[in-house]
């Protein structure tokens, strides 16, 4: 089992950047692939970004692509979401996932996947 917290939210210009950074808990993390998700009012939970559990394999979202760039320090037990060129439309709740996983290079892209969840933390945009 694995617990997670994010932080880094907040409140930044549109051209902005921000990092978030989700902490895991236990001594397994690098058993389980990670992942960024996000959702703003009245839309469904969105994949955002996500990385193998070896940090060999990620995934990118169209809409944050040459934007974002998600990476996983196993040392720390941190998965980071460095975000860049924000945008109004980035405005959401971003949650961070992990999902326990014996292939070393597999990178989940559903929400389904993932059993484990942060609470979240705000990122707003303003124009």
């Known amino acids: 089992q694995v617990q997670l917290v994010e932080s880094g939210g907040g409140l930044v210009q549109a051209g902005g950047s921000l990092t978030l950074s989700c902490a895991a808990s236990?001594?397994?993390?690098?058993?389980?692939?990670m992942g960024w998700f996000r959702q703003a009012p009245g839309k469904e939970r969105s994949i955002v970004a996500a990385?193998?559990?070896?940090?060999?394999?990620?995934y990118h979202a169209d809409s944050v692509k040459g934007r974002f760039t998600i990476s996983r320090d196993s040392a720390k037990n941190t998965v980071n979401l460095q975000m860049n060129s924000l945008k109004p439309e980035d405005t959401a709740v971003y949650y961070c996932?992990?999902?326990?996983?014996?292939?070393?290079?597999?990178?989940?892209?559903?929400?389904?996947?993932?059993?484990?969840w942060g609470p979240g933390t705000q990122v707003t945009v303003s124009s």
């Open positions: 990385i193998s559990r070896l940090g060999g394999n990620k």
């Open positions: 996932a992990a999902m326990g996983t014996t292939f070393s290079e597999y990178v989940a892209r559903r929400a389904d996947q993932y059993a484990y």
């Open positions: 236990g001594r397994t993390f690098s058993s389980y692939a």
